[in-house]
């Protein structure tokens, strides 16, 4: 017979009687016993006793729909998400800060840029454009790079990418471009990448997307780190003055660490393996305080020099090289805080173009214009209405005042009479500001317009093919190949003969006759015939500043290097390459073969990081070998160690082998290189390594790298 309840103890809100194992009953009267943290409540405020169990009809019987406690979480739950942003949905951000070097007053009014001591807060999100919010970080695509500003006079927002053109340049072409580029409608394949036919059979239909399409297939659309790549405003923006004189201007982002990015088969497995390969560093790096930073830079053009160009400054799909007008540094970013939680902060952050302060304003771009047009639009139906300015992450720093009133999800308790103006009933608050007056309300600069209304591209946009060229023209020749092989890839994914043979002949075979030959050659197709569109005379044949080659910081700081362990290996070489790598701002882990600890040289033991498989090479910038002829020869009878080190070499990684380590390389046949170093010791190869990592690759070991399998 059962022993008889009370009526609380049957109801099972006074005790702990939840059916659980005696362990987590201790666990949960402990916890509960804890009076130092926050008691747990409904949405309304009321404690809740009893957060396991549903309110039932007897232990064994039907749940009642009195339950308002368990009504209420499922239904939040199942509210819980938003609609992903239409493009740029896989993302990650930080907080930080931006400072000016020196005041801007005679280029802007605008607040954050004439005060050196101010540092205004910063928000910025990066993201890839195609997959959606689960895909994978290091797919070929290009990086949005979002930054808002919150500056004293309101927030701005600069809503770049990691590459300073676009594929199109009118707005009304966004929705087929991003029909083309997205899944395809009827299997939802692929994801995260544009190797198939609708992306390949639109751009290559739209001769104005060559230029970008070839920075996509060149490594920037593979960064190793959001760290390492530039960003780009784009458009051509406007700066105006207190004297309201305006200049043209172009935005830039240039990352301390320098730009660098992934080799290709290194960021098809990191998909497989890390998917959060950018994310993660990104946050580790923030964790650690190894802060990553971003100079300001912009390149101004006056006015009276606005039809100077072979090109027009207001089509998106043209830069101004830098070889023509230098860009000035003006100021730093550093992200050094990352986000509470992701949802409230990077999910919600509703970032737009038309987000500007008082000393900066548009240019008349066809694709800025359309943007001004869609950001707020998409935030309605994503953020669920008209106030999603009032979030937190978008909620200005500076007062705000306004008539705007109601509507869902309203935060604000306005108070007074009056919500129009003029009004007397409030003494007529809020008023306007006059613009001139320092700290003054926006006003557009008084472009002079006139025109007859048309729907009409103008001419001097019509050369799509001069800068693709100029892209090319300046790459360094292992760039060159890279790009031959993602255009290869690419194309050989695409099932439709004659799209192939279209982006060959019509698009690549004018941009350069040897990309068009080596990339039909790989697809099985004839060299094209030559040019289809007489090639425009233009001032440049070469742009440097295009070339990640010539954007390394020439240091190691923030790169990483793995340490392969076994027992026996020599704890002198491991503390010695660790404190030179810690003394370059790099930073190392151990890797081990399992996860239990090592035994080092000196009878101490040394507790892996990571073991071999939990995080490959593709993870590190560089592999480091110590000495030690027991720990040597286990690697050596390890497949995962020396998968390890020829993965590494096959990425063209720097790699350091010290004493019997350096058997490694003969059991695996591997040639010593300007990279691949071995020594006695550690202190005679650190030098090396370091030079080598600062090079990022060693190149001039693709070639025989190639033929390794890995
Ligand atoms: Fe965007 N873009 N875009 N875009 N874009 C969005 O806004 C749009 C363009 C960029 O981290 C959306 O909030 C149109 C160029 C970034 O939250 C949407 C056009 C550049 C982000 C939208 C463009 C960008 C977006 C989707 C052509 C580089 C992510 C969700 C006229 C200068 C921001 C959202 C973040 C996001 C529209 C072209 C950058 C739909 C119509 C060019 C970095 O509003």
Wanted: glycine share 8%; proline share 7%.
């Amino acid at each position: 017979m059962s022993e008889k309840k009370s009526p609380s103890e049957a109801a099972g809100t006074h005790t702990l009687d939840r059916g659980n194992s005696n362990a987590k009953l201790d666990q949960l009267e402990r916890w509960r016993e804890d009076a130092s943290g926050e008691a747990l409540t409904s949405n309304t405020g009321v404690k809740v006793a009893d957060n396991q169990n549903t309110l039932k009809a007897g232990e064994r019987g039907p749940s009642l729909l009195e339950d308002f406690l368990m009504r209420e979480k499922i239904t939040h739950f199942d509210h819980e998400r938003i609609p992903e942003r239409v493009v740029h949905a896989r993302g990650s951000a930080a907080h930080g800060y931006f400072q000016v070097y020196e005041p801007l007053s005679d280029l802007t009014c605008a607040d954050f840029l004439n005060h050196p001591e101010k540092k205004t807060p910063v928000f910025v999100r990066f993201s890839t454009v195609q997959g959606p919010r689960g895909s994978a970080d290091t797919v070929r695509d290009v990086r949005g790079f979002a930054t808002k500003f919150y500056t004293d006079e309101g927030n701005f927002d600069l809503v770049g990418n990691n590459m300073p053109v676009f594929f199109i340049q009118d707005a009304i072409k966004f929705p087929d471009f991003v029909h083309a580029v997205k899944p395809e409608p009827h299997n939802e394949i692929p994801t995260g990448a544009s190797a198939h036919d609708t992306f390949w059979d639109f751009v290559s239909l739209q001769p104005e997307s060559a230029h970008m399409v070839l920075w996509a297939m060149s490594d920037r659309g593979i960064p190793v780190a959001y760290r390492a790549m530039q960003g780009f405003g784009v458009h051509t923006f406007r700066l105006v003055n207190a004297e309201g004189r305006s200049v043209f201007v172009k935005f830039h982002w240039r990352p301390v660490s320098g730009v660098y990015s992934l080799v290709w088969d290194e960021a098809q497995k990191l998909a497989g393996k890390d998917p959060d390969f950018n994310r993660r560093q990104l946050w580790e790096d923030i964790e650690s305080g190894d802060y990553p930073e971003w100079e300001l830079g912009l390149q101004v053009i006056p006015e009276e020099d606005e039809h100077k160009f072979d090109f027009d400054l207001l089509d998106p799909t043209k830069l101004v090289p830098e070889e023509l007008v230098p860009v000035r540094v003006v100021g730093k970013m550093v992200l050094n805080r990352n986000p509470d939680n992701f949802f409230a902060e990077t999910e919600q952050a509703a970032f737009h173009i038309g987000h500007v302060v008082p000393g900066i304003d548009f240019s008349n771009d066809p694709l800025l214009q359309g943007r001004l047009f869609s950001y707020t639009d998409t935030q309605l139906l994503r953020l669920g209405g008209p106030n999603f300015n009032e979030i937190p992450i978008n909620r200005p720093l500076c007062p705000f005042h306004n008539n705007n009133r109601d509507a869902p999800h309203r935060q604000t308790i306005n108070k007074g009479r009056a919500a129009y103006e003029p009004n007397s009933i409030d003494g007529g608050w809020p008023k306007e500001t006059p613009p001139a007056a320092s700290g003054g309300g926006f006003a557009s600069y008084p472009e002079p317009m006139s025109g007859v209304k048309l729907r009409k591209r103008a001419d001097s946009f019509g050369d799509h093919f001069s800068q693709a060229r100029l892209f090319w023209n300046s790459m360094a020749p292992h760039e060159k190949e890279h790009i031959i092989a993602a255009y290869s890839f690419e194309l050989g994914k695409v099932e439709r003969r004659e799209i192939r043979e279209r982006q060959v002949n019509e698009i690549l075979a004018n941009i350069d006759p040897t990309l068009a030959t080596r990339v039909a050659q790989n697809l099985g197709l004839p060299a094209p015939a030559g040019s289809t569109v007489a090639p425009v005379k233009t001032t440049l044949k070469e742009s440097p500043a295009l070339s990640q080659a010539n954007l390394l910081s020439g240091n190691v700081r923030s790169r990483k290097v793995a340490i392969l362990v076994a027992d026996g290996a020599n704890a002198d070489d491991i503390s010695h390459i660790i404190g030179v790598l810690n003394s370059e701002g790099a930073t190392a882990k151990v890797i081990g073969p399992s996860s239990a600890p090592v035994k080092t040289s000196d009878g101490n033991t040394l507790v892996p990081d990571a073991t071999l498989d939990g995080l490959p090479s593709i993870a590190f910038d560089a592999v480091f070998v110590p000495g030690g002829a027991e720990a040597a020869k286990a690697l050596l009878a390890n497949g995962a160690a020396l998968h390890y080190l020829l993965e590494a070499y096959k990425h063209l990684k720097a790699i350091a082998l010290c004493g019997e380590a350096a058997d490694l390389m003969a059991e695996l046949r591997l040639e010593a290189d300007e990279g691949l170093l071995s020594a006695a010791k550690a202190e005679d190869l650190c030098a090396d390594l370091v030079k080598a990592m600062a090079q990022h690759r060693v190149w001039a070991r693709e070639p025989k790298a190639k033929a390794i399998p890995a």
